[in-house]
């Protein structure tokens, strides 16, 4: 595993990250306890989970996943850093779900229960919330640094002017800043690499992207034939699968897979470990959120970090997938 340091501050993380996205619905706990085993074993120390995983808009299973995260945590919570988001529905009342101080304040004291853990190395906002100030956030999550609950913040699926707006406001009020961006990054997704990654760059934000085999789509093991039924594309994860299916199950997103395909197979390497090397080639990305519903899915997408991308086959990739740059406002 590399190490690096975590942009702007003094700590160390891996540079591979396991999310926990699938914990509690699709993968049951000793199936998860095996996934974190694995990764832990190929020196992963960083953690990401959020209050609403698995997601999918069922309010009877969030939190699971920060639960299973704690169980398996038990007496080595000292080895990892430790992430989890906050601002998805998480109950009924109108106040459940955002990033007003109530909703940050009562958050990080349900995620540290559930953890089974006295603080988070990273708090996260899970989405935007426009309807809440910027300067309530900001705020409330300073409160949350200041009593010793997070160490570090962040912020996930934020566009680049909301997270250049909220660090100018952090830094005019003298408040703790955020050091981290979680966008979805990937082949098919590349929108991110006009404002946000310059920015992070400029701002020193560490990037830690999600979804970098794009559900699943960049393993191969679909097509475009198939009905989206199974992993992130099920019709069991609710809005959840159907988002995703939304996102990527086109046709000339199968086609791009294929190029990208014929491309690894050209370097001898699986098309996950391509897909992975390629976005961790990118000078902004500090780690990269792996995801897995079993343990051996884990093979590919680990052994991306032994695989150094060229700088040839990086830019044919970039040309490949340069239509990816310009966004889609109806996706």
Same mark, same amino acid.
């Given at each position: 595993?590399?190490?690096?340091?975590?942009?702007?501050?003094?700590?160390?993380?891996?540079?591979?990250?396991?999310?926990?996205?699938?914990?509690?619905?699709?993968?049951?706990?000793?199936?998860?306890?095996?996934?974190?085993?694995?990764?832990?074993?190929?020196?992963?120390?960083?953690?990401?989970?959020?209050?609403?995983?698995?997601?999918?808009?069922?309010?009877?299973?969030?939190?699971?996943?920060?639960?299973?995260?704690?169980?398996?945590?038990?007496?080595?919570?000292?080895?990892?850093?430790?992430?989890?988001?906050?601002?998805?529905?998480?109950?009924?009342?109108?106040?459940?779900?955002?990033?007003?101080?109530?909703?940050?304040?009562?958050?990080?004291?349900?995620?540290?229960?559930?953890?089974?853990?006295?603080?988070?190395?990273?708090?996260?906002?899970?989405?935007?919330?426009?309807?809440?100030?910027?300067?309530?956030?900001?705020?409330?999550?300073?409160?949350?640094?200041?009593?010793?609950?997070?160490?570090?913040?962040?912020?996930?699926?934020?566009?680049?002017?909301?997270?250049?707006?909220?660090?100018?406001?952090?830094?005019?009020?003298?408040?703790?800043?955020?050091?981290?961006?979680?966008?979805?990054?990937?082949?098919?997704?590349?929108?991110?690499?006009?404002?946000?990654?310059?920015?992070?760059?400029?701002?020193?934000?560490?990037?830690? /992207?999600?979804?970098?085999?794009? #559900?699943?789509?960049?393993?191969? &093991? @679909?097509? +475009?034939?198939?009905?989206? =039924? $199974?992993?992130?594309?099920? /019709?069991?994860?609710?809005?959840? #699968?159907?988002?995703?299916?939304? &996102? @990527?199950? +086109?046709?000339?997103?199968? =086609? $791009?897979?294929?190029?990208?395909?014929?491309?690894?197979?050209?370097?001898?390497?699986?098309?996950?470990?391509?897909?992975?090397?390629?976005?961790?080639?990118?000078?902004?990305?500090?780690?990269?959120?792996?995801?897995?519903?079993?343990?051996?899915?884990?093979?590919?997408?680990?052994?991306?970090?032994?695989?150094?991308?060229?700088?040839?086959?990086?830019?044919?990739?970039?040309?490949?997938?340069?239509?990816?740059?310009?966004?889609?406002?109806?996706?």
């Amino acid at each position: 595993m590399e190490f690096t340091k975590f942009v702007g501050t003094g700590l160390t993380v891996s540079r591979m990250v396991m999310g926990t996205g699938t914990f509690g619905k699709q993968t049951e706990e000793s199936k998860a306890f095996r996934i974190l085993d694995k990764a832990a074993e190929a020196g992963v120390n960083f953690l990401d989970t959020a209050d609403i995983y698995p997601g999918g808009g069922d309010l009877t299973t969030v939190g699971r996943s920060e639960v299973i995260t704690g169980r398996w945590l038990r007496d080595k919570r000292h080895l990892f850093v430790v992430g989890t988001k906050v601002g998805g529905r998480m109950g009924n009342a109108p106040w459940d779900q955002g990033s007003s101080r109530k909703h940050l304040l009562d958050g990080i004291d349900a995620s540290l229960r559930r953890l089974g853990t006295d603080y988070v190395d990273l708090y996260q906002i899970h989405m935007d919330d426009p309807g809440v100030p910027l300067d309530e956030m900001v705020e409330a999550l300073d409160t949350i640094v200041r009593s010793g609950k997070a160490r570090y913040i962040g912020v996930s699926n934020f566009l680049a002017y909301r997270l250049a707006r909220a660090l100018g406001r952090q830094d005019a009020l003298g408040l703790t800043r955020f050091r981290s961006a979680q966008p979805r990054y990937n082949l098919l997704f590349r929108e991110i690499e006009r404002e946000l990654l310059p920015l992070a760059h400029e701002e020193d934000v560490a990037v830690i /992207p999600f979804n970098p085999l794009a #559900g699943g789509l960049l393993t191969g &093991r @679909y097509q +475009h034939s198939d009905k989206p =039924e $199974t992993g992130r594309f099920s /019709p069991e994860l609710g809005q959840f #699968g159907a988002m995703y299916a939304a &996102r @990527y199950w +086109h046709e000339r997103e199968f =086609e $791009t897979v294929a190029k990208v395909s014929e491309i690894a197979k050209q370097q001898g390497v699986s098309l996950p470990a391509l897909s992975i090397a390629w976005v961790l080639a990118n000078p902004a990305v500090t780690s990269v959120i792996l995801g897995a519903s079993r343990p051996e899915q884990l093979n590919d997408s680990l052994s991306a970090i032994d695989f150094r991308i060229s700088a040839e086959v990086k830019q044919a990739l970039d040309e490949l997938t340069n239509e990816y740059r310009k966004g889609d406002a109806s996706r």
